[in-house]
């Protein structure tokens, strides 16, 4: 049984189909690249996984079960977590707040514990921070707990989305455009930050991402997508030499 | 059935025009205050909650222009005789101050505030409000509430009559039938008087009370037929100052459509309201187009207010325009806030809403049911009735 | 080291609520009803804080949460009071708990709207849900229609609405102290991502206005034992705009903001019922003075940036010079007979002070008096230590 299952999956806007048919599955442990020019409908894809949107019809299963309908916080409860490709962390928190938001869908003491302050309350605080904190250790982000993270610069904002995401121990950790606005370095550095993710934490990856050389060197299969069309579906080397992938990058072949 | 009866009383629904077109004259006035709103709201995305005080200092302008006219607040000399100039005259000065108050308010209270958070601004916008009314109570005459006079108004004794139904003939041939049956009676009363030597028509002898009874039914009856003859049509009834003000309202509208629609500042207005930073960068001069949209919208708000003041003569306070305030408002916020067209639409549906609320006897609940309205639309049209929910990009 | 911390707090809360019932014993009745309402309102401020501070949830409508609480309890005193067997500080109880629980009701109709609405149009519909629990009040005959409803019996004391309000200013503290706080400042920053991280929006919207309209309820149920009395025109939307003022001039979002603003916010025009009347050229000399201060001080706000301690001369140098030209205006123009006798009772100018204190306010601090921080010592620790950063 697949991880994820989109079959069929369409989504009209008025007039618009903007993800028309599309059907790929992600196993377990996949690094799984989505990849297409603008307005391909890969962000959409996300939103329809993530339950942001319902899609109009087609199926996206999740271990199995159908996720259609399913809205946002509770597919973020079945093991599904994201990052936004216009970042959007919650800018007058700090750093580790943001982190603490998403590590609390797994809280286990109720709200009036917490509005008594009572100690079982404050332990899981503390609980939710310690792990919170580890995580932005992982993404070198642990000595700007304390700043407020609209005050970050660009490239820790886009690895506190990632930081972010985790938190909610994901089995599916979807990345849009992770390194949109990254220096090479920078970018290299999160290529492998991406890939000891998942050797560490045991987590599915699928990512969207404009950079060819990021996606071709980090995943292992890929989708590629154009007009909300599935066009090419396949390992790196297939997609890099397929006709229809080059046509929609470069246009026409003359 | 019963349901309708107990809820709505003894409602003649015969009446239903006459009401609705009170309605939509009054929701004329609403309409022009919501524009106010709206436009402001579509261009800075501020609640001018102060839009209600400069209708109500459009108010006073009206009064004092009319006091300096010689329609003063002492006795008025009979051959003191008011026409229309009066009247373009008031509704000038008043537009003319409100432009220039609503652009003083724009400068001094939310220029300052323009990059900062919006909450912000609508405190300021609720201080300047406050501000205005109690300021505005220690200089202006408002205890006891002080009328417009309507001799200001040439036309008060005018009425325009549109008749939507003609009357029964049926009924009418019957009425002259009884009238007939009516003066034969009297007739006979008369003669009975003079040839039985009756003393007079109080006689209490049996034959004068026979032909006397005779005679006040036939009278009775007469009356009967008459009534239900009068009742029989149905016209429309409105004042001719009602009817200026409607007018004049739509007037005013169109030629704010036009501005907005074919004049290089609209666009510009128009431009601003769709993306502030955009325009300004794409060398739209976005203080001079938000200043004119005050002048504009207050200018509106003070024809509404001269209107109001004048032609349905509700006395002034300083807090006179609180509740038109608000009302025009959610009339806005119904049509969908931003939206010019929805402006005049929520205006229009508010008005004749609370004027069937009234009429079919919830006077007591005319303020409530602008919200209950607006809550029913909202929860199914986010968006307004002509507005569209912005969805948001994820 | 938990339980004897938390036990001498609340010790010192219950404590110092009764000392401060000591001390309202010895001003006259006027003062004391004045903490009493204070107390009221911070109750008031605080809890619409959670709604609209911390959950982000734009409400103007808080003063209808406030009458319901009122309401229920002036009608069940009147109606039940004597004859369920139990009274005095038990029944006062019974009915801040049942006001509060017809608040929240109220609270949750109001609040299901939100998880339609946003902003501008959310603000608008409980601006409008609280005109309509007002204009029906308004027509029931047993609640006393527009004249209003005597309450019996009174229960007036100091220390029972101070010690609420230290309970909802606690509740809601600790609720940002543990990790629970956090999903209702997510909602506020950004619904879309907060949903996106397993935050159950609705939820926390739904929780926000139950707490918020219940500690409301409770307000007004103290407000209409203290009072004996009470009419829909004491919950007017005024009251509500000025709760609202009383939050954002805290900072949005900052308890002890929320705090000091409705205390201050319900003093000043309070204290100035009764100053002395004002003559036409004082007042005019105030107000020249007025908008001169304010200018000077907002060039410095806009425009200064060297240190803290050059601001802070500025600022103070502004206020004198505003200060100095007020008195100097109002001795001239005392010279003109006209404004020299013409004077105004200060019971009149009291809204117009606060209007013109409110949009100052405003102008010069748009984020409130404390902004987002909290007022502790740790943040005027940091105050000064960011002061003696600038200087060396």
């Known amino acids: 049984m697949s991880l994820l299952q989109l079959e069929g999956a369409t989504i009209r806007f008025g007039g618009l189909v903007a993800v028309n048919n599309v059907s790929f599955s992600v196993e377990k442990g996949d690094l799984f690249g989505l990849i297409g020019p603008n307005g391909a409908g890969k962000t959409t894809c996300f939103n329809l996984i993530t339950g942001v949107y319902k899609p109009t019809s087609g199926s996206i299963k999740f271990r199995g079960s159908e996720l259609s309908g399913t809205p946002p916080n509770k597919v973020a409860q079945l093991g599904i977590a994201r990052t936004f490709q216009n970042i959007r962390l919650f800018q007058s928190l700090t750093v580790l707040e943001n982190v603490v938001v998403a590590a609390y869908l797994r809280h286990r003491v109720a709200l009036p514990s917490a509005l008594l302050y009572l100690p079982s309350a404050i332990a899981e605080t503390e609980r939710l921070k310690a792990e919170a904190m580890r995580l932005l250790e992982v993404l070198d982000l642990d000595r700007r707990a304390q700043v407020r993270s609209a005050d970050l610069p660009y490239g820790m904002q886009r690895r506190l989305e990632i930081a972010r995401a985790m938190a909610t121990k994901p089995e599916l950790l979807l990345l849009d455009e992770p390194a949109a606005g990254m220096n090479p370095q920078e970018s290299d550095d999160l290529l492998l930050t991406v890939r000891q993710i998942r050797e560490n934490f045991a987590m599915t990856v699928l990512l969207i991402e404009h950079d060819m050389r990021f996606v071709m060197n980090l995943c292992e299969k890929i989708v590629v997508l154009d007009h909300g069309i599935e066009i090419a579906q396949g390992p790196p080397e297939t997609i890099r030499n397929h006709p229809k992938v080059i046509e929609a990058y470069l246009g026409e072949a003359v | 059935m019963d349901l309708t009866h107990s809820l709505l009383g003894a409602v003649d629904f015969g009446l239903l025009p006459q009401q609705v077109v009170n309605g939509i004259l009054l929701g ?123 001799e200001v108004n040439p036309y008060r004794a005018n009425v325009l009559d549109v008749p939507l139904k003609p009357k029964s003939a049926d009924l009418l041939a019957q009425t002259k039938q009884a009238q007939v049956a009516l003066d034969e009676a009297e007739r006979t009363l008369k003669d009975t008087v003079a040839a039985e030597g009756i003393k007079s028509e109080f006689d209490l002898s049996p034959e ?73 960068l794409m060398g739209v001069n976005v203080g001079r187009i938000i200043t004119l949209t005050f002048a504009i919208g207050s200018a509106l708000a003070g024809a509404g207010a001269m209107m109001n003041a004048t032609f349905l003569g509700t006395p002034l306070t300083t807090f006179f325009g609180m509740q038109p305030g608000v009302k025009a408002f959610v009339a806005a916020v119904l049509g969908g806030i931003g939206n010019i067209p929805g402006a005049v639409l929520g205006g229009l549906l508010m008005g004749i809403a609370e004027t069937l609320v009234v009429w079919v006897g919830y006077g007591d609940y005319k303020d409530a049911i602008a919200f209950v309205i607006l809550i029913l639309v909202l929860l199914f049209r986010p968006g307004g009735l002509l507005g569209s929910a912005k969805v948001e990009k994820v | ?340 006798s013409q004077s105004f009772e200060a019971e009149k100018l009291r809204m117009v002070i606060f209007a013109g204190v409110l949009i100052i306010l405003m102008l010069i601090r748009p984020q409130g008096i404390l902004g987002t921080n909290e007022f502790s010592l740790d943040w005027v620790k940091s105050l000064l230590r960011k002061r003696k950063a600038v200087e060396a």
């Open chain 2, 208 to 280: 004068g009370k026979k032909v006397r009874d005779a005679r006040n039914a036939a009278r009775t009856k007469a009356t009967v037929t008459q009534n239900a003859y009068d009742q029989s049509g149905l016209s429309l009834r409105i004042p001719y100052g009602q009817l200026i003000m409607f007018l004049t309202s739509i007037g005013l509208m169109l030629i704010l459509r036009h501005v907005v629609m074919n004049t290089a500042p609209g666009r510009a207005m128009r431009a601003v309201s769709l993306d502030y930073d955009s325009a300004s």
């Open chain 2, 28 to 150: 004329s006035i609403y309409a022009l205050i919501a524009l106010g709103y709206t436009m402001v709201y579509g261009v800075l995305r501020l609640i001018n909650f102060a839009h209600g005080e400069v209708f109500m200092l459009g108010a006073y302008v009206s009064l004092f222009v009319a006091w300096g006219l010689g329609f003063g607040p002492g006795p008025v000399s009979p051959d003191q005789t008011s026409n229309w100039v009066n009247l373009v005259i008031m509704l000038v000065a008043s537009m003319g101050v409100c432009a220039a108050v609503g652009m003083f308010i724009e400068f001094f209270a939310y220029r300052p505030m323009r990059n900062q958070p919006r909450i912000a601004s609508l405190i300021t916008a609720i201080g300047v409000s406050l501000l205005l009314q109690y300021a505005g109570a220690l200089f202006l005459p408002n205890s006891p509430p002080v009328p417009i006079r309507e």
């Open chain 3, 1 to 340: 080291m938990y339980w004897p911390v938390r036990l001498a707090s609340i010790l010192a809360a219950v404590g110092g609520c009764f000392l401060l019932d000591a001390l309202a014993r010895g001003v006259d009745d006027y003062a004391r009803r004045l903490i009493v309402l204070a107390g009221i309102w911070v109750i008031l401020s605080v809890s619409l804080n959670l709604i609209n501070g911390i959950t982000g949830q734009f409400s103007i409508g808080h003063a209808a949460f406030w009458q319901v609480g009122a309401y229920t309890a002036g009608y069940l005193s009147v109606t039940f009071h004597g004859k369920w067997g139990i009274d005095g500080l038990p029944w006062m109880i019974l009915m801040m708990a049942l006001g509060a629980l017809m608040a929240a009701v109220a609270g949750l109709i109001v609040g299901l709207p939100s998880l339609r609405l946003r902003g501008d149009y959310l603000a608008i519909v409980t601006l409008g849900f609280g005109e309509i629990i007002r204009i029906v009040v308004q027509n029931q005959k047993p609640l006393g229609e527009a004249y209003g409803m005597n309450v019996q019996p009174k229960f007036q004391t100091v220390w029972l609405v101070w010690l609420m309000a230290i309970v909802c200013i606690a509740v809601c503290r600790n609720l940002l102290r543990t990790a629970h706080g956090l999903p209702f400042l997510a909602v506020r920053e950004d619904e879309v991502a907060a949903g996106a991280m397993g935050v159950n929006v609705t939820q926390v919207k739904v929780t926000a206005f139950l707490i918020g309209s219940a500690f409301a309820g409770v307000a007004g149920a103290l407000l209409a034992h203290y009072e004996g009395f009470i009419s829909p025109q004491m919950f007017k939307m005024e009251q509500s705009f000025i709760i609202l003022t009383m939050v954002v001039l805290g900072g949005t979002g900052s308890i002890t903001g929320a705090t000091i603003a409705a205390v201050a916010l319900f003093y000043l025009p309070e204290r100035l019922r009764d100053a002395p009347p004002v003559t036409g050229a004082a007042l005019l000399g105030g107000l020249i003075g007025t908008i001169v201060a304010v200018v000077l001080v907002k060039r410095t706000v806009d425009r200064f940036h060297g240190p803290k301690i050059g601001a802070a001369t500025r600022y103070i140098g502004s206020v004198v010079a505003g200060i100095v030209l007020s008195l100097a205006l109002g001795a001239g123009f005392g010279m003109i007979p006209k404004l020299a």
